[in-house]
């Protein structure tokens, strides 16, 4: 196999290789080379109540190249209530289930809770947890649950949960990504192969081959 590209699932720029850009519902441009969208709505702007959004949540995923839903979740630090970001997250999976896509999952301290929606709901489209960064628990309760887990610039730091985690997650259930760290996406692919021994262009074909599975399957 010929080496394949960086595959980034959720930044907020483009960079190397493949980029899956999180665009939330907002205006999005032309296609372009190596770019692909996600489209949701955060729990933060729930907060904010913004009208419009899911109108322009549907418009966004008639889109061929928003090849996710996302990122949408739970985050009990904000002043809106689970309960209500439950409601919403439930709407944008079902959403992403009508269209068969995954759905990239933002989740702050309310883990046990995403997976009880995830159990409740017969859903079948992955859900992938991003910028994951907490203790082996909660990624075994993940992983039994069937989440992918997306890690990010915490693999930079040798004290962090993902560096000490990732070990422990399946190849076929990993991806990476740098967020809103303006981090070349490389150096979190060389944090990853050294944690796990296996070499760079090695995790870049698992990588690729995740990507194709799990956002471009109806394209294959
Ligand atoms: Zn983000």
Redesign the pocket.
């Known amino acids: 196999m010929e080496d394949v590209l960086f595959v980034n699932v959720?930044a907020?720029a483009p960079g190397e290789g493949v980029t899956l850009l999180?665009m939330g519902t907002g205006l999005f441009g032309g296609s372009s080379p190596g770019v692909f969208y996600s489209a949701g709505i955060h729990p933060v702007r729930l907060a904010e109540s913004a009208p419009g959004d899911w109108e322009a949540l549907d418009k966004a995923l008639l889109r061929e190249d928003v090849v996710a839903v996302g990122?949408c979740g739970l985050d009990r630090r904000l002043p809106i209530s689970l309960s209500a970001q439950e409601e919403a997250f439930l709407r944008q999976a079902r959403l992403a289930e009508t269209r068969g896509l995954p759905v990239i999952v933002?989740c702050v301290r309310a883990f046990p809770e995403l997976v009880s929606l995830r159990r409740s709901g017969g859903f079948r489209m992955p859900w992938i947890v991003?910028?994951f960064n907490n203790n082996e628990r909660i990624l075994r309760m993940l992983l039994d649950c069937g989440f992918h887990i997306s890690l990010g610039g915490a693999l930079l730091n040798p004290s962090s949960n993902a560096f000490r985690v990732l070990p422990e997650i399946p190849l076929a259930c990993l991806f990476l990504e740098t967020?809103?760290r303006p981090l070349p996406v490389r150096l979190v692919y060389e944090a990853a192969s050294a944690r796990l021994g296996v070499s760079l262009g090695e995790l870049k074909r698992q990588m690729w081959i995740n990507f194709n599975e799990v956002f471009l399957w109806k394209n294959g």
């Open positions: 959720h907020h999180d990122e933002h991003h910028g967020d809103e």
